[in-house]
Nanobody
Framework: VQLQASGGGLVQPGGSLRLSCAASGRTFSGQTVSWFRQAPGKERVFVAGIRWSFGSVHYGDSVKGRFTISKDSAKNTVYLQMNGLKVEDTAVYYC??????????????????WGEGTQVTVSS
């Protein structure tokens, strides 16, 4: 499967962006699709994930209540709606797909395919 992430950009604090992750080559069925982010000099961190077949969603602690992950089965696309953006949300955002067990969903090594990343910059 190939992933294409898009939707990043420059936004002021408090603003919103919606990221998209589209798959080609196969569907997301039976897999987990997650968003990670990586700021300069820092490790890649789990942001949000959705277990495609179950529809269950999971979030990193720093984004709970502000970000929403969702899917469009017809378009084979996962979205990350980001509201109330903060300067500390600035990072390159990556989508990834894999079949991690629930307890390992936050581990980047559990994912087998990654998109190229899209830059999100929150600045006044």
């Amino acid at each position: 499967v190939q992933l294409q992430a898009s939707g990043g950009g420059l936004v002021q604090p408090g603003g919103s962006l919606r990221l998209s992750c589209a798959a080609s080559g196969r569907t997301f069925s039976g897999q987990t699709v997650s968003w990670f982010r990586q700021a300069p000099g820092k490790e890649r961190v789990f942001v949000a994930g959705i277990r495609w077949s179950f529809g269950s969603v999971h979030y990193g602690d720093s984004v709970k209540g502000r970000f929403t992950i969702s899917k469009d089965s017809a378009k084979n696309t996962v979205y990350l709606q980001m509201n109330g953006l903060k300067v500390e949300d600035t990072a390159v955002y990556y989508c990834a797909v894999g079949v991690p067990v629930l307890s390992a969903m936050r581990e980047p090594s559990m994912y087998r395919a990654w998109g190229e990343g899209t830059q999100v910059t929150v600045s006044s």
